[in-house]
């Protein structure tokens, strides 16, 4: 099986790694890299896409009727070894199936599939969740692309921003031991615009838990669209040279949450034979 896959047009390139199907790789036309390149001295991740479970859940264990289950941050998806469904020039499926190994951690039988498919100068990114049990199976699901803070089109650091679709007048959360914070924050959201700089996430990732946009333009040139994903984490650690731009359907537990999987907030009821889909898209507008 192949361990990465590349795909592309004239505009766009990416490549795929089977582990997590995670996107490792996007550069523009010219090839200039706008991914970040998992430098362990920050961060190994680059593009992790999250399953079952958004963020953290308290003593990394979830509860699904009355039993207890190991369950690490952001889940397991990202460090599993996904099998290649097809692919071709300019798109690549890859699917994950329930094993014996991840019943040990969430009791549900599922398929996860993952599609890249670029077109033109824009990089679809689709997860379908489809329950293969009898039972309805709880579920949530995050993108967390890691772009270059700086971009490579000659703006300074300081001068990158996060220009979002609507104004985004709510409090935003921050993460307290990794779990939601129940205090909320004001936004630092002004008019819409996101300055960036390292003393925003000195307490961790913003958390938009009551968002508004369902699109973002990063540095005057990234737009990413998630047209059905209600929630977004912005994150990066101080001094690093990326920023992730996040996605999500869920979130972490909130603090005091000690429920089942299944009323944990943000989570999806998938009924058995049914198929959740989660998308965004990357598009480069230079």
């Avoid at 890249?116 to 709880?138: C, K, Q, S, W």
């Avoid at 409090?171 to 819409?192: K, N, Y």
């Avoid at 005057?220 to 669209?225: K, P």
């Avoid at 996605?247 to 005091?256: I, R, T």
Wanted: charged residues 20%; glycine residues 8%.
């Amino acid at each position: 099986m192949a361990a990465t896959v590349s795909i592309c047009t004239s505009a766009l390139g990416a490549e795929i790694s089977a582990t997590g199907a995670e996107l490792v790789r996007l550069r523009d036309r010219t090839g200039a890299d706008l991914l970040w390149d998992g430098d362990p001295a920050f961060w190994t991740g680059r593009s992790p896409l999250l399953f079952p479970m958004v963020g953290r859940a308290r003593g990394d264990r979830i509860t699904v009727a009355g039993r207890s289950y190991d369950m690490g941050q952001h889940g397991f998806a990202r460090t599993s070894t996904f099998a290649l469904v097809r692919s071709d020039a300019a798109s690549c499926t890859w699917r994950l199936d329930a094993s014996e190994a991840t019943r040990q951690r969430y009791p549900f039988a599922f398929r996860l599939d993952v599609t890249y498919r670029i077109d033109d100068a824009t990089l679809h990114m689709e997860a379908e969740v489809t329950n293969t049990d009898a039972v309805v199976m709880p579920a949530s699901f995050g993108f967390h692309p890691a772009l270059r803070w700086p971009l490579p089109y000659g703006k300074p650091r300081s001068e990158h921003e996060i220009v979002f679709e609507r104004a985004e007048p709510a409090p935003i959360r921050r993460p307290v031991d990794g779990l939601l914070s129940a205090a909320q924050f004001p936004t630092p959201v002004r008019d819409g615009h996101l300055l960036l700089n390292d003393g925003l996430f000195e307490d961790g990732a913003l958390i938009f838990d009551t968002l508004a946009s369902r699109s973002v333009v990063y540095g005057e040139a990234i737009r990413v669209d998630f047209p059905r994903m209600p929630h977004l984490g912005i994150w990066t650690k101080p001094g690093a040279g990326y920023v992730c731009i996040e996605p999500w359907q869920g979130y972490a537990s909130p603090e005091g949450f000690d429920g089942d999987f299944a009323d944990k907030p943000g989570m999806v009821p998938v009924a058995p034979g049914a198929t959740e889909t989660f998308a965004m898209s990357i598009s480069v507008e230079r």
